[in-house]
């Protein structure tokens, strides 16, 4: 839908060609609706078309309207850029710039899941690496038993050294997935981490409401980590608040809360969020859900759904995709514009220094003088065929006249011009004729 609204935005800059006017006061409207255009647009080669098309267009109407067609089209050309090619810029510019920030976040959010990841490998080695070494262990057992017969014996040698080499393979995938030994005591209940943080000096305390859920491993880990997790940043980020941990059946499962009232004093300083992804990480492998944010007391809240049952580990499905990395810059239609730029500012400074007559110059020149004498206050060149004015004096009885710019200002785009009139190498008359 902005495709159009770029086409009137570049297109307005024809009206220099068809109304023969410097186009100064379309300046505002035309960068009114480019800008907004290069924000929401999403395909450059479509804008570059617009503009092509126009600034043929402007050519077009230049060689068949007016009676100086390459100063028109120069006039279309420098509206064209200055008034809609560079707030379209501007626009795409400010948009690739959001998206790369929203790249940028997706890549830490990333990052953040990434690492919970390897938290989970390592809580899987725990788990898993603990069961396997009981079964070792009583595979030993059992070889040693005196009431067994060797075929027995044998056969419970071969399960301890299978749950051995099994102990072995887990702990090689997990350093392949970025996983260590974790640094918290094994099967350690949520009751018992509440503990240690309570003997820490944390003013905690936990509530179970209903019965206690009956939770897999995977999701007995990830009630943990949401816990272990929302104490740390209790005690970083509201340090002497109170904070209770609930832990409630529902019907849609059983919630874990973790509530902080609000701080005694400020830390100064806020986190990164990161902590919080890798939490919802978590949670959504283990099949749940969480939610994280500030309560209207002034407090914080992290609350985490997780579902009953024993069954297998189920992923939620996939976090939402990160934005698309695939964008257009906008350099080629900025590299043109300036280029033009650039030849317009070369042709402004040859026609001004080439056809520019001095204003205290024309001052100078009398009637009656020569036309050798006039010749020596004049520039090289002069315009050529007469220019566009508002009102044309009459000319003198069969006089020649030439035309200059009046001025030698280069920053002066659209000057008036000087008249020289000549009968038998004569100056009869001069004027100063504003253009139109």
Known sequence: MWAPVLVLSAGLSLSVALTF??????????AVLGYPAGRRMTSVPLALRVFGAVLCTGLALALWRSPDPFADWLSVLFVEFSASVLPWSLGRYQRLRAEQREHERAAVAEQARLRERERIARDVHDSIGHELALIALHGGALELAADLTDEQKRAAGEVRAGAVRATHRLHDIVQVFGGAASLRPADESIDDLVRRASQAGLRVRLRHVGTAPAWSPMTRQAAHRVVQESLTNATRHAPGA?????????????????????????DGGTGTGLGLIGLAERVRLAGGRLSAGPRPDGGWAVTAVLADGTGPWRDAGPPDPAPDGRRWIAAPPLGVGLALVVVLAVLQVVTVTRTGLADDRFADLRSGLTRADVDRLLPPDDLGPAPRVLA??????????????AGDNLLDLDPDAYQLCFVDDVLVAKNRLERA
């Open 242 to 266: 109170p904070v209770t941990v609930t832990i409630a059946r529902r019907d849609d499962g059983t919630r874990v809360e973790v509530v902080n009232e609000p701080a005694a004093r400020s």
């Open 392 to 405: 044309t004096p009459p000319r003198p009885e069969d006089a020649s006249c030439v035309y200059y710019l």
């Open 21 to 30: 006017d410097g186009g100064g006061w379309l300046a505002v409207p035309m």
